[in-house]
């Protein structure tokens, strides 16, 4: 069974573990070798002792566990801009639980709470360009591809990526709960 709750403090290092995993597996060819090997791991570490530490008043991370296990995570930052609404700014699940549902429901549970919050209102996210794996999981999930820019916000060289919008996040709760029923 999979228990989905808030992320506290105590999830930072399992979350950062599983974020550095996630891109050493997914993002090489996108990012350095040597950030990836090197760097990545303490570099997530910070990242995530500082969010869970001291949050942004409009941040949102919740994890999936599976008998206590760490099995994924989804970081949103709630009305983050004007046009788009919501960023989901990290959904990752670990390799073991990968084709389970788990990605399909925590980001369920994300568009459920921007709708709580925020009736009506959509989310977006970025993907990597040369992240093959996910891009069909997006489009799957009614994701629309809005626009391709260059970035060099995350890792040590320039990327491309991709960004995904939902006009209404009810629409995506809809679909997780859909799916939930015929499972």
Known sequence: MIDFQKATLADAEAIAA????SWQQNYRGSFSDHFLDVEVADERRGVWSQ?????KDNQSTWVARSNGKLAGFICTFLKDDQRYGSLVDNLHVSPEFKGKGIGTRLLGVAAEEIENLYPGSGFYLWVLEKNLGAHPFYKSLGGQVIETIKGNDIGDIEIMKVRYY???AKDLVALVN???QST
């Not at 599983?18 to 995993?21: D, K, N, R, T, V």
Request: aromatic fraction near 14%.
């Open 18 to 21: 599983l974020h550095a995993l």
């Open 166 to 168: 939902w006009p209404k």
């Open 178 to 180: 859909s799916r939930k």
């Open 51 to 55: 969010r869970l530490e001291y949050p």
